[in-house]
T-cell receptor, first 118, second 116 residues
Framework: AQTVTQSQPEMSVQEAETVTLSCTYD???????LFWYKQPPSRQMILVIR??????QNATENRFSVNFQKAAKSFSLKISDSQLGDAAMYFC???????????????FGKGTKLSVKP | SAVISQKPSRDICQRGTSLTIQCQVD?????MFWYRQQPGQSLTLIAT?????????ESGFVIDKFPISRPNLTFSTLTVSNMSPEDSSIYLC?????????????FGSGTQLSVL
C-alpha cells in the first residue's frame, strides 16, 4: 500500500522569505500523480500544485514550485516570497495513475501547519 | 475547474441521530468522493459515490453507517447514521473528471460535525 509522510508538523517563515515543506512517499508503482493541497481555516482544500511522475521537469505555479526526486521518492514544496495569506495547513497527496478500484483516491500525508510572520 | 457546494457547513447533533450532507457540483463530473478528516488529522477516503449504482466503500467504512446516494452527475449525499461522539469530524466532498491526465480533484468546504 502507498503511504505519504510529512515529517514537519509545523513550520514558520518570515514574510517575503522562502520556505520548503518536505514530503516523502512509498509506492511500488511507476505511474502516479503527486499533489500539494492547501487548507486554510475555511477548511476548503485548495490545489496548489500537481506533478506527474513521468515528467522529469519540476512543476511550478507562480511562487510555488516542487523538487520532485522520483528515485528518492521525495516531493518537497518551495514557497517563495511568502505572504500572510500562505498561512495554512499543507497536505501532500499521492494518487495512482492506474484505473480500477478507487480511481481518484488521494492518499494524504498528515499535513504541515505553516505560519507566516509579518 | 469545478465549484462544489456542501450543506450544511456545520451541525451539532445528538447521539443516535442521523445527518445527511449534500454535495452539489456546478458541472457534470465523472468522479465524486467523500472524505473524513478527524480533528487534527489528515483526510481519509470513506467511499466513491457511483452514479446510478451502489457506492464503493473503503476498508473500515460500511454502507449501513454511511449510506451514500448519487442520483446524477452533479449531486451526492452522505448520511452519517446512528451517530456517536466518535463521528465528530469534518466531512468533505470532492469531485473530478476521471480518465484524463489533466484530472484534478476539487473539494467542497466541508461539513463540521459535532456529536454530543
Amino acid at each position: 500500500a502507498q503511504t505519504v509522510t510529512q515529517s514537519q508538523p509545523e513550520m514558520s517563515v518570515q514574510e517575503a522569505e522562502t520556505v520548503t515543506l518536505s514530503c516523502t512517499y512509498d509506492t511500488s508503482e511507476s505511474d502516479y500523480y503527486l499533489f500539494w493541497y492547501k487548507q486554510p481555516p475555511s477548511r476548503q482544500m485548495i490545489l496548489v500544485i500537481r506533478q506527474e511522475a513521468y515528467k522529469q521537469q519540476n512543476a511550478t505555479e507562480n511562487r510555488f514550485s516542487v523538487n520532485f526526486q522520483k528515485a528518492a521518492k521525495s516531493f518537497s514544496l518551495k514557497i517563495s516570497d511568502s505572504q500572510l495569506g500562505d498561512a495554512a495547513m499543507y497536505f501532500c497527496a499521492y494518487r495512482s495513475a492506474n484505473y480500477g478500484g478507487s480511481q481518484g483516491n488521494l492518499i494524504f500525508g498528515k499535513g504541515t501547519k505553516l505560519s507566516v510572520k509579518p | 475547474s469545478a465549484v462544489i457546494s456542501q450543506k450544511p457547513s456545520r451541525d451539532i447533533c445528538q447521539r443516535g441521530t442521523s445527518l445527511t450532507i449534500q454535495c452539489q457540483v456546478d458541472s457534470q463530473v465523472t468522479m465524486m468522493f467523500w472524505y473524513r478528516q478527524q480533528p487534527g488529522q489528515s483526510l481519509t477516503l470513506i467511499a466513491t459515490a457511483n452514479q446510478g449504482s451502489e457506492a464503493t466503500y473503503e476498508s473500515g467504512f460500511v454502507i449501513d453507517k454511511f449510506p451514500i446516494s448519487r442520483p446524477n452527475l452533479t449531486f451526492s449525499t452522505l448520511t452519517v447514521s446512528n451517530m456517536s461522539p466518535e463521528d465528530s469530524s469534518i466531512y468533505l466532498c470532492s469531485a473530478g473528471t476521471g480518465g484524463s491526465s489533466n484530472e484534478k480533484l476539487f473539494f467542497g468546504s466541508g461539513t463540521q460535525l459535532s456529536v454530543l
